[in-house]
């Protein structure tokens, strides 16, 4: 097949030696919706002759079937891989794309220009270095634009070209290019985007693409493989102070401990000093273990085996640095997040935070504002939504080593995944530390939970009641906390309405107010566990994210869940309080069962069948249950 490198069709070898030396450039295209991404790549891969031949007559026969240029080629298709891609002619995961020419060679992500696919696009430029953001001539500047612009600038890619495509739409007007142009200018230095390289193209034509245009006499700049073979994205990360996080402890046999890992900063040599984080401790560097053997210094950017001289407790998680210089350790942050999630993030949701290979407990504490991507106005917020970008608090359950993401994004970047589905939600960069976390340390007791608990004779427990409005769960709450009493135990209860006449008063029935409802609630639970006591809890608590954010803080055997299970109808035929009847007259928002979901406990230590079961004989259970274990 013509298509294709003549060094790739006589001599393979001699293709791959080559390959080995050159750079290699990671960048993405992204922009609004229909700009042209995907067949600008496609003309990428046809112009460096990265088409093979079965490709190529796959390609022609695709595009007279499906194709969106008249029996032309449809370059779009070489990237465009998913039936729902080609059928809409858009995309909508990224595409990765390799292609190299004599010079340099290249990993192109393909990023969705819909909205709604936001969240794929932050994903595809997490590890670019450069980006061609594309500006469909015939429409300037829009809104997805600006918020690629953003991202980019956010995910501290610095190195920007903007590639104007259609242009032979417009018949090359130079006065209409160098409106966008200005346009464009003027909203990228608003967030730090200040060296901007514009380019008029033709994606489809291959105008300006890898070859300079004659319909464009007036552009005295690079064509776009000019810039992308050129652009100088080498960052020496070898001056920086040595970073390694420890992917892997290597233990092949009883004489062999290293500790692997990606070098993510600095240089590192047998005899340097290190330091363990989180942890603190000290090491000496031995060797450094590679295939097919050992070196005399490792560099940023490659994947080795260290051995160090002492027995040091060393984890999957953990970050090796230069002794000398550490980074910083913290468990508050200032950060920036850009919510992933067709469901709503309210503030005091546990989640997980994988930042390197450390997973730890996160809640947000606070929404400082959201960003309006157009006018870059900071905005106040009590949620975030599907793809807005917000700076936040964030509150870990542990002490974490990081770097701020503009100087390390390894160090700096994480993401949050949903406890209990598992769905990642959230990317985040860390911006700082936030002062007070230096400041506030766990103050030791003498008299610690044990010693409370035995003075009383019992063990500290939470007796958590969930179940829908009208379910009953305060009478049996009440009567659970009387048969205690009468035992001797020493018991208190918290009931959901009561807590609302003081602590909680404050707060109302929005989900944002439900989380930070229970929240408190489970904090305090968790305070009067710590003092002996048993804890009766009645809340509707109807969420399952919250309901574990207060089992995990208690320790094995000490939360024990109780799912009043009442169905809705019967629930609402009680309804003494009328509470229903509002809701279902629209009088009362947000109601548990008429317009908010209850999530019903999937494994609860005990469940009580209201239908079967009276209060007396559903307390006696309860009862029964904390005594017996």
């Known amino acids: 097949m013509a298509h294709q490198s003549e060094l790739i069709a006589s001599d393979i070898e001699a293709y791959l030696q080559a390959h080995q030396t050159k750079s290699l450039l990671r960048f993405i295209t992204c922009g609004s919706v229909d700009d042209g991404k995907s067949t600008l790549i496609g003309r990428l891969l046809y112009d460096s002759k990265m088409v093979f031949e079965d490709q190529m007559a796959q390609l022609e026969a695709d595009s007279r079937r499906i194709g969106t240029q008249g029996g032309e080629i449809d370059f779009a298709l070489l990237v465009d891989g998913l039936a729902a891609e080609r059928e809409q002619g858009i995309t909508i995961d990224v595409a990765y794309r390799f292609f190299s020419t004599e010079t340099r060679k290249f990993i192109v992500a393909d990023t969705p220009g819909h909205e709604q696919y936001t969240r794929n696009m932050v994903t595809g430029a997490s590890t670019a270095e450069a980006a061609v953001i594309l500006i469909d001539a015939r429409k300037g500047v829009l809104t997805q634009t600006r918020r690629h612009s953003y991202l980019v600038s956010l995910l501290g890619i610095r190195h920007v070209v903007l590639a104007v495509n259609k242009m032979d739409l417009i018949g090359w007007d130079q006065a209409a290019f160098d409106a966008i142009v200005a346009d464009y200018r003027t909203f990228a230095a608003s967030v730090g985007l200040n060296a901007v390289t514009a380019i008029p193209i033709s994606g489809l034509k291959g105008d300006n693409i890898a070859s300079r245009s004659d319909a464009t006499p007036w552009h005295d700049g690079p064509t776009l493989m000019e810039w992308l073979e050129s652009v100088d994205v080498g960052q020496d990360g070898r001056a920086q102070p040595f970073r390694m996080p420890v992917q892997w402890v290597n233990r092949p046999n009883l004489d062999f401990r290293g500790f692997s890992g990606l070098i993510a900063a600095g240089t590192v040599k047998p005899g340097d000093r290190v330091k363990v984080l989180p942890s603190g401790r000290q090491s000496t560097v031995s060797r450094i273990v590679v295939m097919p053997g050992d070196l005399d210094q490792a560099v940023v950017g490659q994947s080795v085996t260290l051995t160090l001289a002492d ?6 998680g953990d970050l090796l640095v230069a002794a000398d210089s550490p980074c910083e350790v913290a468990d508050q942050f200032e950060t920036t997040i850009v919510w992933m999630d067709d469901e709503p993030m309210p503030p005091g949701r546990p989640y997980l935070l994988k930042i390197g290979a450390r997973t730890v407990t996160a809640q947000l504490t606070e929404i ?3 960003v309006n991507v157009n006018t870059m106005e900071k905005l106040a917020a009590k949620r975030l939504e599907l793809n807005e970008i917000a700076v936040c608090n964030l509150s870990l359950d542990r002490a974490i ?3 701020p993401y503009a100087d390390n994004r390894d160090l700096g970047g994480f993401i949050l995944i949903d406890k209990l589905s598992n769905r990642t939600v959230a990317a985040g960069l860390i911006n700082f530390h936030l002062r007070r976390a230096d400041n506030i340390h766990w103050q030791a007791v003498d008299v610690d939970k044990n010693a409370r608990a035995a003075i009383k004779g019992q063990k500290g427990r939470v007796v958590w009641l969930t179940g829908l409005s009208g379910a009953g769960k305060s009478t049996i709450a009440n009567l659970v906390d009387k048969k205690l009493h009468a035992l001797g135990r020493h018991s208190y209860l918290l009931d959901g309405d009561n ?6 008063r404050d707060l109302g029935f929005t ?3 439900r989380v930070e409802n229970i929240r408190r609630v489970a904090e305090v639970a968790r305070l009067m566990a710590d003092a002996g006591l048993i804890v009766v809890t009645a809340f509707i608590s109807p969420f399952q994210a919250e309901r574990q954010m207060a089992r995990d803080l208690m320790e094995p055997g000490e939360f024990i869940e109780v799912f009043v299970d009442t169905p809705l109808s019967v629930a609402e035929q009680r309804d003494v309080k009328g ?16 317009d908010s979901p209850y999530q019903a406990p999937e494994h609860p230590e005990l469940r009580i069948d209201t239908t079967a079961m009276t209060a007396v004989d559903a307390a006696e259970a309860i009862v ?4 017996e274990s």
Do not use: M, W
Request: proline residues 2%; positive net charge; glycine residues 8%.
């Open 311 to 316: 027995e040091v407790d060393v984890s999957r």
């Open 368 to 370: 400082k504002h959201k």
């Open 401 to 403: 080593p990081f770097e």
């Open 499 to 504: 807590v609302r006449h003081g602590l909680n």
């Open 511 to 513: 989900e944002e107010d």
């Open 579 to 594: 509470l229903y009847q509002k809701a279902r007259a629209g009088q009362l928002k947000n109601f548990t069962g008429i």
């Open 624 to 627: 029964s249950l904390l005594i």
